[in-house]
């Protein structure tokens, strides 16, 4: 029994001693491999450098590994750079013949190498991949089509903007990502955008009408105004996602600053989701819209927490010594003495 | 100001960004300082009196606005014009950025080139007053 003992610690000190061997062998393994990828980017980094600034420097044969180093330089510098540059670093990956690898990838069995492929060519910044990653975004995998959508953003495909949005609605792709990726597209997103606030589909609608906010201009007043008034006599199983869109219109118009919905936005005081007419105060206070006080100073009193608090805000930002003067008489509103209170911070 | 080569200061945490922007500005003909924080910015900028700074705005320490606000209330560095480099792109930043006393933005993803225009456009500006 004792001798039995003996054995099974001897096998398992004889063990732990190997874990620990193995252990070590990897991590300097892997730090002999860091430090030899450390240094052939070093290397390599002028080269980079000359070629993104347009010098068409001698590359002659590159091994495997300064192959993967310098794709790996351009494309940390293709996600920081725009215009020429970043056109020359996706003339590069197409010539080296790594777009068309990476294209084959997209169609691996392989979920993880898809997920690589479409993360990858959206740094490689080659246009012609633009169709095989709209593609991607109906991916049975959820991070192959968040890397797509990434992509997409990154090359300011605006052909993707549809699909984008119904991504987004549609919750297939993480919201950030989705929103972040239209957003990164600036201006170009907003013919889009615009060609969707008809979309039947209102969750599509609202979604673009919030980033036409971010993206848009006052031209687009008319149609945001239009959408602040979108029927809310309709089927009460859809009432919410209507509701949206008004919301997500007011939202718009207070970014985009136009006072030229103002009217609308005023009339969105009195629609019967609270949270529309919190949109709408907060829109106004940012347009700062006069016109809208005396229905601001009633919401204060009247209405429900947020809608009365966002009114509060809207007042103080609009006329800040009349906000104070509101708020300072005995029995004024817990919110119009908040209106009060924000104004006093307000800037001369 | 010398007639010797401009020296401009640039500022960012990135080690990429300080990469593309050092060597088209030296290729342009231009002595680069790089700092990789707001601190060593300052200092840099106090050390070097350079004819003009890109600063990120996004630094560890004291970020863009900041440099920029304590480069203006030092008299020895109030008149170097400052060019901040950012991500962000709300217009609140922009008009946060021109309070604190930046002469130019530039949006990431940028171009190198851009930058080197706005550089050499300040630049002739301030040699011709």
Known sequence: ?348 | MSDGPRTVLVADDDEDILQLVSFRLERAGYTVVTASDGQQALAAAREHKPDLAVLDVMMPGLNGYEVTRQLRDDEATAAIPVILLTARVQEADVSRGFEAGADDYLRKPFSPQELRSRVQAILARRSVR
């Open chain 1, 1 to 348: 029994m004792i001798d039995a003992l003996q054995l099974l610690g001897g096998a398992l000190s004889v063990l732990a001693v190997a874990t620990m061997v193995v252990l070590v062998a990897r991590r300097v393994a892997l730090s002999r491999t860091e430090r030899r990828r450390a240094a052939l980017e070093h290397e390599l980094t002028p080269l980079a450098l000359e070629l993104v600034d347009g010098e068409e420097p001698e590359l002659g044969r590159l091994s495997a590994a300064q192959e993967r180093a310098l794709a790996a330089i351009l494309g940390r510098y293709a996600r920081k750079l725009r215009g020429e540059p970043r056109d020359r670093i996706a003339a590069f990956f197409e010539e080296r013949g790594a777009v068309r690898r990476e294209l084959g990838q997209l169609r691996s069995r392989r979920s993880a190498k898809r997920a690589t492929a479409a993360f990858a060519l959206g740094d490689m910044g080659a246009l012609s991949t633009v169709d095989a990653l709209i593609g991607a975004l109906d991916d049975r995998a959820r991070d192959v089509r968040s890397a797509a959508a990434r992509s997409l953003g990154m090359l300011e495909a605006e052909a993707a903007v549809p699909r984008l949005v119904e991504s987004l609605a549609g919750s297939e792709v993480p919201r950030a990502i989705a929103g972040g990726a239209l957003l990164a597209m600036g201006s170009k997103a907003a013919p889009g955008l615009r060609s969707l606030l008809d979309a039947p589909d209102p969750g599509v609608r609202a979604n673009a009408i919030e980033l036409l906010g971010f993206t848009g201009d006052a031209t687009d007043a008319d149609a945001l105004d239009k959408a602040l008034r979108e029927d809310h006599a309709i089927a009460a199983s859809s009432w919410g996602e209507h509701a949206e869109v008004r919301a997500a219109a007011a939202r718009a118009l207070g970014r985009i600053g136009t006072r030229r919905a103002a009217a609308g936005l005023r009339g969105a005081l009195n629609d019967p989701a609270p949270f529309v007419r919190t949109a709408a105060a907060h829109a106004l206070g940012r347009i700062g819209d006069r016109d809208a006080f005396d229905a601001l100073v009633r919401q204060a009193s009247d209405d429900m927490y947020d809608p009365a608090q966002a009114a509060a805000q809207a007042l103080a930002a609009i006329d800040p010594m009349k906000a104070m003067r509101l708020g300072g008489v005995e029995g004024a509103s817990a919110h119009l003495a908040e209106a009060a209170a924000l104004a006093e911070l307000e800037p001369a």
